[in-house]
């Protein structure tokens, strides 16, 4: 199958003076992954999530300080973007994704037609029949946590283990939960200890309603449902998971026990290794 088969259509494109705002906002709008800076007609660099996150919000550099509404876009985008023809094949793509660990590829040809996004290949793979199983692609570790775990804890295994999501355990050693960077970004109670304002229920006068205790977040407050691919599974059924779910990885499971996780990157790279198929 061909690049010119999965790639997404309309793009959205913005200029190199554009600002980052704009840029965001776009993405957000349109609920898209990437952006491409294009001038007079040609293609200069690709704006994408990461970059907001990797390039924006690290390093010392004083217009790093910036409003992001001041800030061109030209500043932060990739500038060395890879593209590809429409009729090369999806494992080409795979490859290329692989190996210099990029997660779009703008589809050219003599103008631009398209992208195709990790998330696009991944989609494909999905829906392959293929012998692999996910005990032979999978490649990370899994980093697990208590439901009773504080927050900081949380933060601290992730940031030690260089993880961005950690599988809750019960007591009896159980995996009931789920906790990426995303979860706990999105919380907007808590606060720089890791501690939340809880309000006790109203059942007696008004004035009791009015005070707060401040107890903290554990696990179990902020955990996900988990889905988890077994080692006996299909590298595609673990494919349709992480489509089906919107995450980046899973947990593997063997005998009921959490072996390790598969992500994007391990199918893509067991993808990257196929033959091109018609």
């Known amino acids: ?24 906002n776009l993405m957000m709008k ?24 990797n390039k924006l919000f690290e390093g010392k550099a004083a217009w790093k300080r910036r409003p992001i509404d001041q800030i061109p876009v030209s500043s932060v985008c990739s500038s060395n973007v890879v593209t590809m023809t429409p009729n090369m094949p999806i494992v080409d793509a795979a490859k290329v994704m692989a190996d210099q660990k990029i997660d779009h590829i703008p589809i050219v040809d003599k103008e631009i037609l398209g992208i195709v996004s990790k998330t696009d290949v991944i989609r494909y793979a999905s829906e392959l029949s293929s012998d ?58 808590i606060d720089s200890d890791g501690k939340r304002s809880v309000r ?11 005070f707060a205790i401040d107890v903290p977040f554990i696990a179990e407050d902020i955990m996900t449902n988990i889905v988890v691919a077994d080692v006996s599974e299909s590298v595609s059924s673990a494919a349709q998971k992480i489509i089906k779910n919107d995450v980046i990885s899973l947990p593997v499971t063997q005998n009921g026990k959490i072996a390790g996780m598969i992500s994007k990157d ?5 993808l990257s290794q196929m033959k091109e198929s018609d």
Do not use: C
């Open 132 to 189: 692999g199983r996910v005990k032979d692609v999978m490649s990370g570790k899994a980093v697990t946590v208590n439901v009773s775990h504080t927050l900081n804890h949380i933060i601290h295994e992730m940031e030690r283990n260089g993880v961005q999501k950690v599988v809750v355990m019960d007591n009896n050693e159980k995996a009931v939960g789920i906790i990426s960077v995303k979860d706990l970004s999105a919380n907007e109670l």
């Open 1 to 24: 199958m061909k690049m010119k088969n999965i790639m997404s259509s309309p793009i959205y494109v913005i200029a190199p003076d554009d600002t980052v705002a704009y840029a965001r």
């Open 200 to 210: 006790k229920s109203k059942k007696e006068s008004s004035k009791e309603s009015r």
């Open 266 to 270: 391990d199918i893509v790279k067991w």
């Open 30 to 53: 349109h609920k898209v992954g990437s952006i491409l800076v294009v001038d007079n007609e040609k293609l200069v660099g690709i704006f994408t999530k990461s970059d907001l996150k």
